[in-house]
């Protein structure tokens, strides 16, 4: 183990990080406006990236485009499942939610397997950026991409969320719909934007996993599993808390791929480690408001 090698596994955990938070930052958003568990972001991610993969390969569309293309149908997409699913839905019970949500995850991952079979894709892409050279450390252009992208959705979910009019509906909205429906907002379109949105950063969260990983029906299984965990990590619905999360779990993941023997398979567990002692310790997570009796 060598300087050198630290910061190149560092480096390129921080890079992946910016996928976490990307995928982790609309799910955050609609989580903490519409309290609904939506376990099929990990599939709207799918089809981003699915979508940027056939764009690139069958017309030779840049991942520039193919990312903002993907983005613009996951948006669409979003509002089509809010009005004729999700909609329905919001006043049930939290265990028909987390069904409902579930059901969808799975009818979108089976669609896909018959569709376009289980076999890993890799789009091939040209590096969208040179690769950035640190004396004996390299950080692919691609890499970084992944990482620039990630940390202006962030900056953009925080943005809306913060210093935007519907940003104010939606926190007012997430707090107390029914006194926010007597003060005049239309909660049910606050909801349904908040989702939109998210599914806008789930499409172009799919072309980054096209640009650095691999393209198959189950990737979305892995990413909203830690994009879960980069929640509870980061506090429910705290934005710069979930890109906090995705940089300890990315980190405590490459380390340990790295430098322990065989640790490709222990990263994973490693870092719900830290998510289970982080838990125990601080049940809100680490930037999340603590209930007291």
């Known amino acids: 183990m060598t300087a050198a090698s630290v910061a190149q596994a560092v480096l390129l955990s ?37 979508l940027t993969y056939w764009l690139h390969t069958r017309y030779g569309v840049s991942p520039w485009l193919g990312m903002a293309a993907s983005g613009i149908a996951l948006g669409l997409f979003s509002m089509l499942v809010y009005r004729a699913f999700l909609a329905r839905v919001l006043k049930e019970d939290e265990h028909n939610q987390l069904l409902a ?14 569709l376009w079979s289980p076999d890993p894709r890799v789009m091939q892409a040209a590096p969208l950026l040179p690769s950035l050279q640190l004396g004996e450390v390299t950080i692919p252009g691609n890499n970084i991409v992944v990482a620039l992208v990630g940390l202006l959705l962030f900056l953009a979910m925080l943005g809306i969320k913060n210093y935007t009019r519907y940003g104010t509906q939606m926190r007012f909205a997430s707090d107390d719909p029914e006194l926010a429906t007597h003060a005049g907002i239309n909660v049910d379109r606050v909801f349904e934007l908040s989702f939109v949105i998210g599914g806008v950063a789930a499409g172009i969260s799919g ?17 909203v599993i830690r994009a879960f965990a980069i929640i509870a990590l980061g506090g429910l619905g705290n ?23 065989q640790g490709g398979s222990w990263g994973f567990g490693v870092a719900f480690l830290i998510l289970l002692i982080v838990l125990i310790v601080r049940p809100s997570g680490l930037f999340g408001k603590q209930v007291h009796a």
């Open 101 to 114: 949500t579930l059901g969808l995850s799975i009818l979108l991952l089976n669609i896909a397997v018959i």
């Open 239 to 261: 934005i710069p808390g979930a890109l906090i999360g995705a940089a300890i779990l990315a980190l405590a993941e490459g380390l340990t791929s790295t430098f322990v023997p």
């Open 14 to 50: 921080l890079t992946i990080a910016g996928l976490y938070a990307a995928v982790a930052a609309g799910l955050t958003l609609t989580v903490g406006v519409t309290r609904i568990i939506n376990f099929a972001h990990g599939e709207f991610v799918m089809l981003g990236a699915f």
């Open 207 to 223: 072309g980054l996993v096209a640009l650095i990983l691999y393209v198959q029906p189950t990737v979305g299984i892995d990413l």
